[in-house]
Structure formats: C-alpha cells, structure tokens
C-alpha cells in the first residue's frame, strides 16, 4: 500500500530537518564537499584536489601578507 499524501509530506520534513542538522554539524569544508557531492555530482576525490590546491594558494599568499606585516613594523 502506498504512503498517503500526508505520510509523505511528514518524511520530507524529518528528511529536510536531518539534513540541515548534518549540514550544521559539518565543518565549512566538510559542508562544501557534501553540497558539491550531492547537488553536483562531483567525485570526492575532484573536491580534495580543487581543495588541496586552494589551500596551497592561500597558505602561500597568507606567508607573503605576513612577512610584509613583519617588515613594517620591524621598520
């Protein structure tokens, strides 16, 4: 026998609300991979390389800021 219509709607509430629970006990890197998984198909493996290669980046331009900051205000 199929689910009624109410039954239904009562399972996509408790879906939706787990889900958002999940998303916010995720870590932002963690919820962006979920997200990038699900809604776009993107391979696991994909996400952690485009992510190891923002790191990278980042790190990188996070150590030229610094040592900037430190020559001025050694100066």
Do not use: N, W
């Not at 039954?7 to 916010?24: D, H, I, K, P």
């Not at 995720?26 to 962006?32: Q, S």
């Amino acid at each position: 026998m199929a689910p009624s219509a109410e039954e239904l709607a009562l399972r996509t509430s408790e879906m939706s609300y787990g889900v958002m629970l999940l998303l916010e006990r995720l870590k932002p890197d963690e919820r962006a991979a979920f997200v990038l998984h699900e809604a776009f198909e993107c391979d696991y493996a994909e996400i952690a390389k485009s992510f190891s290669a923002h790191r990278r980046r980042a790190g990188k331009s996070f150590t030229v800021r610094g040592a900037a900051c430190k020559r001025r205000t050694s100066q």
